[in-house]
């Protein structure tokens, strides 16, 4: 069993800034894949950013040049720094891993409980 515990939510205006925080817990495990995902009312949840442990990141269009993702690997814990917020980044924002453990060949995923960022005004 892998937790995941973000932080960093909040209400922030247009133009504003937030950064975001997962952390990883428990044992014998390793994260290959380090992402992050959002979900607004009455839209699909999508992937926004993703970090490899190697430090490969991809990023949806929507974000490009605004969001960055990073990790401490040596912490397990990632991060989504949201520069130039607007009210479109409105949503329930989801931290994600795919985790290997050790001995195994397959992985598992798993999901943080979720922060809420509003942008408004």
């Known amino acids: 069993q892998v937790q995941l515990v973000e932080s960093g939510g909040g209400l922030v205006r247009p133009g504003g800034s937030l950064r975001l925080s997962c952390a990883a817990s428990?044992?014998?495990?390793?994260?290959?894949?380090m992402g992050w995902y959002r979900q607004a009312p009455g839209k699909q949840r999508e992937l926004v950013a993703g970090?490899?442990?190697?430090?490969?990141?991809e990023y949806v269009d929507s974000v490009k040049a605004r969001f960055t993702v990073s990790r401490d690997n040596a912490k397990n814990t990632w991060y989504l720094q949201m520069d130039s917020l607007n009210p479109e980044d409105t949503a329930v924002y989801y931290c994600?891993?795919?985790?290997?453990?050790?001995?195994?060949?397959?992985?598992?995923?798993?999901w943080g409980q979720g922060t809420q960022v509003t942008v408004s005004s």
């Open positions: 994600h891993a795919y985790v290997r453990f050790v001995g195994h060949i397959a992985g598992d995923t798993y």
């Open positions: 428990g044992y014998g495990f390793s994260l290959n894949y």
């Open positions: 970090i490899t442990s190697e430090g490969i990141t």
